[in-house]
């Protein structure tokens, strides 16, 4: 294929443009960011369980999360996570958030979206536009959301079902949570998009299941990174979701920043050895922008909930963190 | 190293200008070049190239702006590498933000009398125009050829707001590039 011309043209954008956006980053609030990662996106299986519904009951909440995880992983899902069923519904469609499962610092929450009329809904392609927020405690604005990913209903033709993980360098455990989706968008697969349902849906629930985290005796483990750079583990605990971190740089090691393109979910490796000699990988869902806070706050999702009791180790970057 | 340092360095025709250069954006321009070549030997030989052109040029060229400067040469030199290859039948699979661009203003649709710099020039007063979130966004994609994930991750938005806010802006450019008489 010929490059196009208008692509050649861009070459000819003014300077001023070019290194703007090499250096932009939205306007946040505070001057800590709190970066969120599309980590588990690689670790996240996509195999459907038959029949989906929610039921208050054990065993049935687990079939939700296997929307994610597959079916394997029923007996830590039943014991952790909690059926909700809290609902919106407007503009011809039910939005209703089904079950949450998380720990101490991040959760991840199951919606269901269905139309009224019992039409069929389109099974790929469906997102929420822009202006949502989820709101935690009253006090914290996660403001943008991502990480919400869409799975098509294994049984009826008028639902789909999303997936959302929200990660914080705060607990967020126990806090009242009020969701709001709109915009609901259709992105066709020659890449136009098309408003389906304007919404808003709102949702208010409370971020209460149960906590498995687990805080770790550091004993101040040295990681380092590609650029030979020191960061110290200050803290961290590890629960049946994933982990979290927060590393210290040592002296004359001044954190590295993301504009150069060096945070550390792109040189950090973490993972769990379960007591029977497993790893089990984690991606980064989330971690802090350095600016004036010396300690960079990191999440990581497993790629599969596990029982904390047989966790044995967390692995960062080589270094063995012994889990009592 | 400050842009002037490194300038000095290029004007004295000493080489560690290569080596400050790389030090300070050789990650930058490797990112542009791996963007759209998708490999890695390619890629290096691209910002090597781009070394060479700086070099050759500067002086009498002296750049007010090094790091476009730097990033232009990378990736003219990136899109003739891609070129060359996809005549050879080497195509890198992703060539997407291509389509999505070419829809906006297919070849045969702009103005024979227009110069490729006045498109640039077009383009760039529309960037003006827009919010600092989606001009920038448009650039990531269709200038640096970021992907729509990395592009996500590194604004902390989801990749569906990037998706709808490339496309609103497409839509909005494919207007102004009628308006200003680009397009036919």
Redo the contacts between chains.
């Keep these: 294929m010929k490059t196009p011309r208008v692509t050649k043209s861009m070459n000819y954008i003014d300077d001023d443009l070019i290194s703007a956006a090499a250096d932009y980053r939205p306007q946040t609030g505070g001057q800590r960011i709190w970066k969120r990662a599309a980590a588990i996106a690689a670790c996240v299986a996509l195999i459907l369980s038959s029949l989906i519904t929610v039921e208050a009951t054990t065993g049935g909440i687990s079939r939700l999360f296997a929307l994610i995880w597959g079916g394997g992983h029923a007996e830590i899902v039943d014991e952790l996570a909690v059926p909700l069923g809290n609902s919106a519904s407007t503009d011809g469609y039910t939005m209703s958030v089904e079950a949450v499962l998380g720990d101490r610092y991040q959760v991840v929450m199951i919606y269901r979206l269905r139309r009224n009329d019992g039409q069929p809904i389109p099974q790929e392609g469906l997102f929420f536009d822009t202006q949502d927020y989820l709101r935690l405690g009253g006090n914290y604005d996660l403001g943008r959301r991502s990480l919400t990913t869409l799975y098509p209903s294994p049984d009826r033709e008028d639902e789909v079902f999303f997936s959302e993980i929200v990660t914080y360098p705060r607990p967020i455990f126990g806090l009242p949570a009020q969701v709001k989706f709109q915009n609901l968008m259709l992105l066709e697969k020659n890449g136009t998009v098309t408003p389906v349902a304007r919404g808003p849906w709102h949702m208010s629930f409370t971020l209460d299941y149960q906590d498995s985290t687990v805080e770790l005796p550091t004993c101040g483990q040295v990681i380092t990174s590609p650029r030979k750079k020191d960061y110290r583990i200050h803290r961290a605990s590890v629960s049946s979701v994933g982990a979290h971190l927060e590393l210290v740089p040592l002296l004359d090691a001044p954190q590295e920043s993301s504009a150069e393109g060096t945070l550390i979910c792109d040189w950090c490796d973490v993972s769990a050895r379960t007591t029977d000699g497993r790893t089990i990988r984690a991606g980064f869902s989330g971690e802090t922008e350095w600016f004036l806070d010396p300690v960079t706050t990191a999440n990581v999702v497993f790629e599969y909930p596990v029982d904390v009791n047989d966790l044995d180790a967390l692995i960062v970057n080589g270094t063995e963190i012994p889990i009592p | 190293m400050e842009d002037t340092q490194i300038l000095q360095l290029y004007i004295a025709r000493n080489e560690d200008a290569i080596k400050e250069t790389d030090a300070k954006y050789g ?2 321009c490797f ?1 542009v070049a791996n963007n759209l070549l998708y490999c890695q030997q390619d890629a290096e030989e691209c910002v090597n190239d781009t070394y060479l052109c700086s070099w050759n040029s500067i002086p009498p060229k002296m750049p ?2 090094m ?3 730097l ?2 040469i990378t ?2 030199l990136s ?1 003739k590498r ?2 060359f290859r ?1 005549a050879q039948k080497r ?1 890198p699979e992703q ?1 997407v933000s ?10 045969d649709r ?1 103005n024979s009398m227009i110069e ?2 006045d ?3 077009t ?2 007063q529309f ?2 125009t827009e919010t ?2 989606s ?2 966004v448009f ?2 994609r ?3 050829f970021d992907s729509i ?1 990395t592009i ?10 990037v ?3 490339l ?2 802006t497409r839509r909005r450019l494919k207007e102004y590039l009628k308006k200003e008489g680009i397009a036919v």
Aim: one cysteine or more; glycine letters at 2%; a positive charge.
């Design positions: 990650r930058l990112q007010s702006n790091m476009a400067f990033c232009k990736r003219n899109l891609l070129e996809q195509t060539t291509f389509e999505e661009l070419k829809e906006v203003l297919p070849d702009i490729d710099r498109i640039g020039r383009i760039s960037l003006r600092p979130d001009r920038n650039l990531r269709y200038w640096y994930r996500a991750r590194t604004y902390r938005f989801s990749e569906s707001k998706k709808s806010m496309f609103h």
